[in-house]
């Protein structure tokens, strides 16, 4: 039986935790899983869209995981011990995604938040450009382990067309590397205290300890909620 | 009295259309879903070992939801011994013997055949017919020829007026590559049907790039399938290029005549215009393939945004608006592989590094790295950085430098 086809049935017999190992390269593991309380470790190389519009489990990756990491999931948490790359956390609406090491590019592309939701990415390593493009809502915090002083963690093109939500970076940014809509802002006693949660998170999830050097964290936030008004014609086309 | 626009009665466009059926408010059999998009993979041993063809296999076949069975392929590099080396590998389809003696002929009157056989093929259950015939000959060109338009040209030159020469004149014939010391196997099938209809297990190659396809605007045909290779390059491509048509008339007016039907071929051309025939070294090659904004060059070194400048100017017909990621290989004057995805990254490619540093690959998707090595050391490159490995000189390039480092002396 197909991998997916083997997943779904041991959740709908009611099982907790599901163990599975030599994964290799198959997709939309645990897609649309909906169990508060279920736990799905991976081990080996998931595939694309791991865990699309998960709501409610909890997916742990012993290794790196490919593009498109939790495409549109709505709550839980995806946890990666390697490295998740491109596309990760595309329009995310809920929950959380931790990664240990690195990410690609458009990380958390068109995430969005909604009433209570704030959905969350945590990269431990560093990503490319498009970093948080077209932002809508939630939280990306880029946190450049391991990279040498005085270069910068993220890319370019950071947070194009954003217009809500946040990112944070520990470590270089510099204006240039801003896309359309985007700016630098300084922290806030609100963004300490989310930051200080997420990096908690981020520790107890690795087992890892990350220094909390406020100094060293930038904030990106959007400009504005409309960053294209006034790049188009505004005549309305009912007139 | 001929037929036209005067005459509205007996004029009917429907005859010169294709006859497609039609359909009402009832949904339309076949194909009701779209999903993956073309896989690449490749690897090269940086010290000249051997991979065998089953290796490849593995890291294409790995990722089987990016094809739907309508081609793929594999060309292999560092594969012919010594006394056939250096000459020109030339591999055909011919789809009946009329096309092969005709394809004969035209060799015979350009050059000289050292030898000639078709290529071993196995017979494959689940793939469907025509099985064009696979030819292959071995053969040095004879640039006095009075055959050729131009006579002196280099042999490269004759080859590549051979090719196009046959491709574009021979009906049924059709040359997949004819390049030294590499071949090219591909057709119309699953990534791992073709790999045994060409036995590919009997290979062992210093470097094999490989595609399987999800053809999206152009027909699955055996000619059509990647590599798309001229000369000893061969480029596997995922994507789609938009900006072809200007692409198209850059090298139609640099000579090259287009009869494969997909936008790989265009790319496979400008490689050899702007790398063989213009002398650029690869990574600039790979800059007006894919240059970076006007934003970005601002910020370079004066030596850097000057070059910047006159390749986007001056190769401005080559730039490849849309998203791909391209794998390419070539012979010489070292067999290397060159691995690049377009200027904002819109199609996955991931390298990766062996433990011990022989090895190095170049794949759409990390399991196609993980199925045949286990403990790789993977990372993403730069949008349009290339990433280039050659045999004897190992990793030239990550991928993540800036865009014309090594370039000045």
Redesign the interface.
């Known amino acids: 039986m197909a991998l997916n086809s083997e997943v779904r049935k041991a959740i709908a017999e009611g099982s907790k935790r599901i163990i599975i190992d030599g994964v ?2 198959q ?1 939309y593991i645990g897609s649309a899983a909906k169990a508060k309380d279920l736990y799905v470790a991976i081990k ?2 998931p ?2 869209d791991l865990g699309a519009f998960l709501d409610g489990p909890t997916i742990e990756v012993f ?2 995981a ?2 498109m990491t939790g495409n549109t999931m709505s709550s839980g948490r995806i946890v990666v011990h390697g ?1 998740a ?2 596309v990760t956390g595309l329009s995310l609406r809920g929950g959380r995604i931790l990664v240990r090491g690195s990410s ?3 990380v958390g592309i068109h995430m969005k938040e909604f009433g209570k939701e704030r959905p969350a990415i945590v990269i431990g390593g560093t990503t ?3 970093l948080g493009e077209y932002m809508a809502g939630g939280n990306i915090l880029v946190l450049g382990e391991g990279v040498p002083e005085g270069e910068s963690p993220v ?2 093109f950071i947070g194009t067309g954003i217009h809500g939500g946040s990112i944070y970076v520990r470590g270089k940014v510099e204006k ?1 590397q801003l896309g359309m809509g985007a700016s630098i802002s300084d922290l806030g006693a609100e963004d300490v205290k989310l930051l200080d949660e997420l990096i908690t998170d981020f520790e107890n999830a690795f087992n890892v300890k990350v220094e909390r050097d406020w100094s060293k964290f930038t904030k990106i936030k959007p400009l504005s909620s409309r960053p294209f008004t006034g790049r188009f014609d505004s005549t309305a086309i009912w007139n | 009295m001929k037929k036209g626009y005067d005459d509205e009665a007996e004029f009917d466009r429907r005859e010169d259309l294709p006859l497609l059926p039609s359909f009402g408010a009832q949904r339309p059999p076949g194909l009701q879903y779209m999903m993956g998009g073309c896989g690449i993979a490749g690897t090269i041993d940086v010290n000249g070992g051997k991979i065998p063809g089953s290796t490849i296999t593995s890291m294409l076949t790995t990722m089987r939801e990016r094809e739907n069975g309508l081609g793929a392929g594999y060309s292999a590099y560092g594969l012919f011994p010594k006394e056939y080396k250096d000459h020109y590998c030339m591999q055909f389809f011919f789809d009946d013997e009329d096309a092969r003696i005709a394809a004969e002929e035209y060799l015979k009157d350009r050059g000289e055949i050292v030898r000639e056989g078709s290529v071993p093929t196995k017979r494959v259950r689940s793939m469907r017919p025509p099985f064009p015939g696979v030819w292959r000959y071995f053969f040095d060109p004879q640039p006095r020829s009075k055959m050729f338009v131009m006579r002196d040209q280099t042999p490269d030159e004759c080859i590549v007026d051979i090719v196009l020469g046959i491709n574009g004149t021979i009906p049924g014939a059709m040359c997949v590559s004819s390049g030294k010391d590499m071949a090219v196997f591909k057709g119309n099938g699953y990534s791992y049907e073709i790999a045994e209809y060409y036995d590919l297990e009997r290979y062992q190659a210093s470097m094999w790039l490989s595609h399987s396809r999800f053809p999206t605007n152009s027909p699955g045909w055996w000619a059509g399938a990647h590599p798309i290779s001229l000369l000893d390059w061969s480029v596997c491509h995922n994507g789609e290029i938009t900006s072809y048509g200007v692409n198209r008339k850059l090298v139609e007016m640099n000579g090259y005549r287009l009869s494969l039907l997909t936008d790989t071929e265009v790319v496979t051309y400008l490689w050899d215009l702007l790398v063989r025939r213009h002398n650029l070294p690869p990574q600039v090659a790979a800059f007006a393939l894919a240059p970076q904004y006007y934003s970005q060059i601002e910020r370079m070194d004066e030596r850097s945004r000057k070059l910047a400048e006159q390749i986007r100017m001056t190769y401005k017909e080559a730039f490849l608006n849309g998203p791909f990621s391209i794998l390419v290989g070539r012979s010489r004057p070292d067999i290397s592989m060159i691995a690049m995805a377009d200027r904002k990254k819109l199609r996955p490619l991931l390298f990766g590094r062996s433990m011990d540093g022989s090895r190095y690959y170049a794949v759409s998707e990390e399991s196609a790295v993980r199925v045949v090595e286990e403990q790789a050391i993977t990372w993403v490159g730069n949008p349009g950085s290339p990433m280039i490995a050659q045999v004897g000189k190992g990793l030239m390039r990550k991928g993540t430098e800036a865009p014309f480092e090594g370039v000045f002396r």
Do not use: E, K
């Open positions: 290799m390269g997709r080996g190389t595939g694309n290794g790196n490919q593009d490295n790359w491109d690609g590019f458009r490319g450009d498009y890319g370019s240039h």
